[in-house]
């Protein structure tokens, strides 16, 4: 049973865990890097284990809380927020999905920060298109052998474990099963960090995995059924993003404010020009709407865990992850014409903001194909 309201307690914890520490990581040092004592105090803070039942270590948080969660971290920082969910979504998907003795072996590992998780499901040919995965695992008298490489994997170089989804040689089904990848196990590998537009304090990079001997008990969930597992964290997932662009849109509206009631022209604040104050209106709508929609689709996936089974939250999930992005894409691209030239200067919040909120747009299915899902779900 999970509790579908904001805990404020969690909520207070992150927004001074955020005051604190991501200051210290947002300079070039730390640039396209996953700090560890970020990770670590994090995982102190509890949010490693967002998505672990609380018997095994984590707070087991509801759809609802971790959405306020993500917010929260991504009012500061999408960078982060983004490794957190990719872990959040990992772990949550071996707490579901995972035999006995892995959620034993892994879970209380993942909750306290010992351990570091990426979901590794995108390749050169399959992006969009999953269906064309060419990673293989083949199976053998006493596990699998796995070959192929993945690209733009979030955490890779830096997680403990990859979530790696690969083809599994059987045609009467999709043929996709999931393994839980150590990043230890000899034949795994990686490249450089990927030099990317925005998202400093999370990195991506390509997976190459060379005859990586797995045991069976490295399959997560059953055999042939990887799009089952997969698909299961997808709208968790899409909601979670939808928290982190409507925490950068936030950010974008506070910070927009803020430097228009001090920034003076033509002998008056910015603030007091009629034309801006109707795009902080459509700012603060747009930001508002997202929010609610982010807020629905959270309430859907507790009531469905919950064991409600008419709330749809495929369509809720898709429909907020598309709104709030491209809402945080429109608000942040304000953000910065309302700076004027100071938008485009580093030093300054905004242009971090818009890059970031492009990225929104893309991860976890990109807008377009949320809008396929969108139709086809009002198609029936
Ligand atoms: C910062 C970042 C982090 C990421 N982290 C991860 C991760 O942790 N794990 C992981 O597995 N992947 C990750 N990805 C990969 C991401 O999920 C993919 O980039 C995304 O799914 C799109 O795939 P693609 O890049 O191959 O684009 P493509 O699929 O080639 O799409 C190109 C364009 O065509 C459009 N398009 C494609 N198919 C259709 C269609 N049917 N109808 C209409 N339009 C279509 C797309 O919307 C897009 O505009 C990450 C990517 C980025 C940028």
Redesign the pocket.
Known sequence: MTHAFIDPLVIETVTRLCETEIPKYQSDEHYNTIPRALFTAMCDAGLGGLSIPEEYGGIGASATTSAAVFETISRYDVGPA?FLS?HAMASGLIARHGTEEQKQIYLPKLASGELLA?????EPHA???TAALATEAKQLPDGFALNGN?C????AGFADIYLTFATTEDTSTSGLSGFIVPATAPGVSWGKPER?MG?EL?P?ASLFFDNVMLPQNALLGALHGGRKVALSGLSGGRINIAACANGLSRAALEDSVAYMKDRRQFGQALVDFQGLQFMLADMHTKLAAAQLLTSQAAQDVDALANGDASRNTKLSSSTAKCFATDAAMAITTYAVQLFGGAGYIKDYTVERYMRDAK?LQ????????QR?IIAREIIG
């Open positions: 983004i990719v990426a979901f590794a499901l995108t992006g969009s298109d993945k733009y994997i979030t955490s990317k998202a999370s991506i990225m893309i991860v976890e299915g990109t807008n377009q194909i396929v």
